[in-house]
């Protein structure tokens, strides 16, 4: 039997308001919390590094970079159009020394991209020992 033939089923409703009232909360709070600084406003100054001679190593291929951006490799100028010249350049090098360690020699005011394109070459030629050169402060 059904004693409610008279009435309409109601539809069920989902209230937005307090969930938008909880997100509101959660967003002033992360508004409040977060602290905004702007990375052109950074000043970085890189740490100088001391130490001993390092160990004579017959498995190394230097890598030096200019600050206008030119290549030398083993006291070899390049001349480079890609990346990929660049690893040719360092097989060349490495000879059939395997995994040899790849010493970058950047000057101070190389560009980041130039350092980059030397880490890239040496990741294409399938070597994964990398280090950098610094200079002792007196």
């Known amino acids: ?10 539809d069920p409703e989902i209230n937005l308001v307090p969930m938008i009232d909880v997100l509101l909360v959660i967003l002033i709070f992360l508004m ?17 590094a001391a130490s001993d001679q390092p160990p ?18 083993n006291n070899t100028s390049i001349k480079l159009s890609s990346s990929q010249a660049l690893s040719n350049a360092l097989r060349t090098a490495a000879g059939d020394r395997p995994d040899p360690i790849i010493v970058i020699h950047a000057d101070a005011q190389a560009t980041h991209q130039s350092v980059i394109a030397v880490m890239e070459a040496a990741r294409l030629a399938g070597y994964h020992h990398i280090t950098f050169s610094t200079e002792n402060p007196k």
């Open 56 to 73: 004579e190593r017959n498995n190394v291929i230097d890598v030096g970079i200019t600050a206008t951006g030119n290549y030398v490799i």
């Open 32 to 48: 409040i919390t977060t602290t905004y600084s702007k990375f052109s406003e950074l000043e970085i100054n890189l740490p100088q």
């Open 1 to 10: 039997m059904n004693f409610q033939r008279g009435r309409q089923k109601e």
